[in-house]
């Protein structure tokens, strides 16, 4: 996936979007959510991933998981350093931010 501050040739390489599907569930990942442009329960997607605002973030509307794993690089506008990870089983999605341990310097 691209970000916005990937820049050059070798970010052209990258996809603004991507579908994937995981056991049945339908999952729609872009970079920023503001940039969403289609409805996502009436295209069939489950959860819809985005990362460009860093916040680790869930929410459930009209049936769609909204879900920002927050970042796992430097440290950035004092925001927990986060990774997230979908859960899926049985037909049903559910997402889980986990923070990461940080050692200051």
């Not at 985005?50 to 049936?63: F, N, Y």
């Not at 440290?75 to 940080?102: C, D, H, N, W, Y």
């Amino acid at each position: 996936m691209r970000g916005n501050i990937d820049k050059g040739a070798w970010a052209r390489k990258l996809r603004e979007n991507e579908v994937l599907a995981v056991a049945g569930i339908c999952i729609y990942v872009l970079h920023d959510l503001t940039q969403l442009d289609l409805k996502p329960n009436a295209a069939g997607f489950a959860v819809v991933v985005s990362g460009h605002s860093h916040v680790p973030k869930q929410e459930t509307r009209a049936g769609v998981l909204y879900f920002n794993p927050g970042s796992a690089g430097p440290r950035r506008f004092k925001l927990p350093v986060t990774v997230g990870k979908l859960l899926v089983a049985e037909g049903s999605v559910q997402g889980e931010i986990l923070t990461l341990l940080t050692t200051s310097r």
